[in-house]
């Protein structure tokens, strides 16, 4: 039989997951936006007068790839969620061991792409940081949004937007890995062979104690 706690605890993973992944590509999308579609992760910046300007930006594909992974991530949990919604009102949700096998191998692949956008988050935003620093008119990346940049109205909030989403991706890191780790010990569970009972173990003594009473005492 199926073990339900893991089950749950996974599909509670899987939500949370779903909670928190839109915030990435959300974030990132709109700090693409502020600075007229270029990716400003790893970007460098210069003066441009009493002005900041970024003047070499990332190819955009890099902010595509984060956003897009975790855009996909996002979507893949709320139509998993969906799909548990639905076959436990329809029909049995429980999966074979080849179902688990999948979920295992794609909750891998989440992991690896989840650090992989956290990393480049990370770094993406300590380098930009760093350059703006480097230009010593202000000691840091939160103080930046407050000086004006080239074009009017560009990088607004932008350290916000790229903290909050590196911190969007390390949630849903540590809740991938609840998942995975869940989900191998329901297939530990559910790979342990069945033996059937024997006379000597405990189970057998209260299975026939219920059925023909205890064994008389020995004279």
Not at 94 to 111: D, E, K, Q, W
Request: with cysteine; net charge neutral; proline share 8%.
């Amino acid at each position: 039989a199926a073990c339900p706690w893991p089950a749950t605890v996974s599909k509670l993973a899987l939500f949370a997951a779903a909670l928190a992944g839109p915030w990435r590509p959300a974030a990132l999308t709109r700090t693409q936006g502020s600075f007229s579609g270029h990716c400003p992760l790893y970007g460098v910046v210069a003066l441009n007068g009493s002005s900041l300007a970024l003047s070499h930006p990332s190819a955009p594909s890099l902010c595509y790839f984060v956003a897009g992974a975790s855009g996909l991530l996002a979507l893949y949990c709320l139509l998993l969620l969906l799909f548990w919604v639905y076959s436990s009102c329809i029909e049995d949700s429980y999966r074979g061991p080849i179902g688990l096998r999948i979920a295992l191998a794609i909750s891998s692949i989440a992991i690896f792409l989840v650090l992989v956008t956290a990393c480049i988050l990370r770094f993406g935003t300590r380098s930009l940081c760093d350059s703006v620093i480097s230009l010593n008119i202000t000691s840091s990346c939160p103080e930046a949004q407050k000086i004006s940049w080239t074009p009017p109205g560009t990088a607004m909030q932008f350290y916000f937007n790229l903290h909050n989403a590196e911190t969007s991706s390390w949630v849903s890191l540590i809740l991938w890995c609840v998942v995975l780790v869940v989900q191998v010990v329901q297939w530990k569970l559910e790979a342990a062979p069945y033996r059937p009972l024997e006379k000597g173990d405990p189970e057998w003594s209260s299975e026939t104690d219920a059925l023909f009473g205890p064994p008389l005492p020995h004279s």
